[in-house]
C-alpha cells in the first residue's frame, strides 16, 4: 500500500473511531448549497462519479466508498486507487479551528479541542473526497497557523499533523482571524469556524459581517462540554480560568440558574447570528459521536 496512504490511515485512528468513518459515507455537502465564484462560476460540490468528466487517481484511505475504485489498475497492479472527477467549479473551504486555552476544558469527556480536531479531521476527509480544496487555521494567541486551501493527496495528512502538533493556550484569538482571513482569502469561501464561541458577541458578529460581506460564508460549530450546558455540580469548587490567571470561588448550586440564563442568552445571540447570514449553527457537545453529529448537520443543511 502506498506510504501516504498509510499515514493517513494511521492519522485517521487518532482522530476518528471506526464508527466515525463508516458515517462518512451518508454525508455529502449538497450542492444546493452555491456561491458565486470568480475563478469558474457557481460552486457544485464535487460528485462521487456520474456525468461529470474524469479528473484523476489518488490512493484509496480509510472512508473512501469502494465503487470508486479504479478495478483496472487494482487488476493490473494491486494498488488501490479512487477515481476522481471534475465538476464545472470548486469552493475552497476553511476549517477555523479555536486554539485559546478555553478549548483545554475536560471533565466527563476528553477536551473540547481533541473533540474540535475530530470535528476538522472529518470535514477534511469528508470536503477533500469532494475534491473541494481544504484548508486549516487554528486561531491561537501566538501567531495564528494557516494553511492554504489545496486538493492534492497529500493535503489530508499535512492537515492531521499539523493538528496533531498545537496545543491550545492564551486568550481567544477567533475574531482577530475572522478579520486576517476575510482580508486575504481570494477566492469565495466557506468557513467552518470549530470554535467554543467564549467571546463578546458584538466582537465576534463585526468580523463576521465583514466576512460575509467579501462573498465568502461561514458555519458556526459551536464546541461546548456537558459540564458547561448544565453546570451540573453539586459541592462548592473553586472555577480557574485557562485563558488567564483569573479564580473564582462559588458554590454551583447558587449559581446555576443564573449561569443557565446566561448561557441560553449566548447560544440564543449565536443562533440569531447565523440566521441573519443565511449561515448554519450546530451545537457539538463532546460526549456526543462526531460522525453522527457531522451527519445529522450536513443534512440539515441539505433541507435549508
Not at 63 to 89: A, C, M, Q, T
Not at 259 to 282: F, N, P, Q, S, T
Amino acid at each position: 500500500m502506498d506510504s501516504n496512504v498509510t499515514a493517513v490511515a494511521g492519522l485517521l485512528e487518532h482522530f476518528l473511531t471506526a464508527e466515525d468513518i463508516r458515517h462518512l459515507d451518508k454525508a455529502s455537502f449538497p450542492t444546493a448549497q452555491r456561491i458565486r465564484a470568480s475563478r469558474t462560476g457557481a460552486h457544485k460540490a464535487r460528485l462521487r462519479g456520474g456525468t461529470t468528466e474524469f479528473a484523476d487517481h489518488r490512493p484509496y484511505s480509510p472512508g473512501d466508498e469502494v465503487r470508486r475504485l479504479d478495478w483496472r489498475i487494482v487488476g493490473r497492479s494491486e494498488r488501490l486507487e479512487v477515481k476522481l472527477y471534475e465538476d464545472p467549479s470548486t469552493l475552497d473551504n476553511i476549517l477555523l479551528l479555536d486554539g485559546s486555552g478555553s478549548m483545554k476544558f475536560a471533565d466527563s469527556t476528553r477536551t473540547k479541542f481533541s473533540y474540535g480536531c475530530s470535528v476538522a479531521a472529518f470535514l477534511a476527509k469528508l470536503l477533500l473526497g469532494q475534491r473541494d480544496p481544504v484548508g486549516l487555521s487554528i486561531a491561537t494567541a501566538s501567531e495564528p497557523l494557516i494553511l492554504p486551501p489545496k486538493s492534492n493527496s497529500m493535503q489530508l495528512a499535512q492537515l492531521l499533523r499539523t493538528m496533531r502538533q498545537v496545543e491550545p493556550q492564551g486568550k481567544t484569538a477567533v475574531p482577530a482571524q475572522i478579520r486576517q482571513l476575510a482580508k486575504s482569502l481570494r477566492n469565495p469561501t466557506r468557513v467552518l469556524l470549530i470554535s467554543d464561541c467564549f467571546v463578546e458577541l458584538e466582537l465576534l458578529e463585526a468580523e463576521l459581517k465583514m466576512l460575509a460581506a467579501r462573498g465568502h460564508r461561514f458555519h458556526v460549530l459551536h464546541t461546548v462540554a456537558p459540564e458547561e450546558v448544565s453546570l451540573n455540580y453539586r459541592q462548592p469548587l473553586r472555577f480557574t480560568s485557562l485563558e488567564d490567571s483569573l479564580r473564582i470561588d462559588a458554590n454551583p448550586q447558587e449559581i446555576v440558574l443564573g449561569y443557565l440564563a446566561a448561557m441560553r442568552k449566548h447560544v440564543d445571540g449565536l443562533r440569531r447570528i447565523c440566521l441573519h447570514y443565511g449561515a448554519g449553527y450546530e451545537p457539538l457537545v463532546t460526549n456526543r459521536p462526531v460522525g453522527r453529529a457531522l451527519v445529522d448537520f450536513i443534512q440539515r443543511q441539505g433541507k435549508r
